[in-house]
């Protein structure tokens, strides 16, 4: 089993849908959760990040943690064509000093107009 | 420049060159990473520098992979002896301090192109 599990889809909504993306982890030692954007041959680029539990908002996007079920979600309101795109669920934790992450394989997102 | 740049952004080689990968970090970072991206799999991490040297190599797969970086800016990736398993998207993230890297807020850039025939 790997340390972080996602589905890799693809996914295929409509414009205007309500998007729900979803990581497991098994490691109970991760504390940062962090959600990055890949579009096509580019690098990724972080969307947001939480630290522990809870939830976070910024615009259409809400990050949920839940560390008792070792469960997070990316909520995207409003989907958009331009939010077609690969999106990497990203942890890390205190024993590694932070400094590295652990990736999940990534959700291809499509969102027809 | 204003971001991570990385060149080349495609190599094709053959079975057993060596190659050799550059990373250009945002100016002023202090950290610098390397993962690696294998098709349809999310970033692995390979190696993390704070300064001019190596914090963390755990992430190198074996000893045909070695980093640099010796000026505490631009690093290079070395990879002896390459097989076909090698081919992948490199891709290099640097980041302020290692507080900022707390929050997970590497920036990347657009990744070397490995293939290997």
């Known amino acids: 089993q790997k340390e972080v599990e996602q589905d890799p889809g693809p996914l295929s909504v409509p414009e205007g849908a309500i998007v729900s993306l979803n990581c497991t982890y098994s490691?109970?030692?991760?504390?940062?959760f962090m959600w990055y954007r890949q579009y096509s041959r580019k690098g990724p680029e972080l969307l947001m990040y939480?630290?522990?539990?809870g939830n976070k908002e910024d615009g259409r996007f809400t990050a949920q943690v839940d560390k008792s079920s070792k469960y997070i979600s990316l909520f995207i309101r409003d989907s958009q064509p331009s939010d077609s795109a690969t999106y990497l669920c990203?942890?890390?934790?205190?024993?590694?000093?932070?400094?590295?992450?652990?990736f999940g394989k990534g959700t291809m997102l499509l969102v027809s107009p | 420049g204003a971001g991570v740049s990385q060149t080349p952004s495609n190599k094709v080689t053959e079975k057993g060159k060596y190659v050799e990968l550059r990373c250009d970090p945002i100016?002023?970072?202090?950290?610098l990473y390397w993962y690696r991206q294998s098709l349809g799999q999310g970033p692995e991490f390979l190696i993390y520098?704070?300064?001019?040297?190596?914090?963390?190599d755990s992430g190198l797969p074996n000893d045909r992979f070695f980093a640099v970086r010796p000026e505490g800016s631009v690093s290079t990736l070395k990879i002896q002896r390459t097989e076909r398993g090698d081919s992948a998207v490199y891709l290099c993230?640097?980041?302020?301090?290692?507080?900022?890297?707390?929050?997970?807020?590497?920036?990347f850039g657009e990744g070397s192109r490995l293939t290997v025939l």
């Open positions: 993230a640097s980041s302020l301090t290692i507080s900022e890297a707390n929050t997970g807020e590497l920036f």
């Open positions: 490691n109970s030692a991760f504390q940062y």
């Open positions: 939480t630290y522990s539990s």
């Open positions: 990203a942890m890390s934790a205190r024993n590694s000093g932070y400094s590295t992450l652990t």
């Open positions: 100016s002023g970072h202090t950290a």
């Open positions: 520098f704070q300064g001019t040297g190596a914090a963390d």
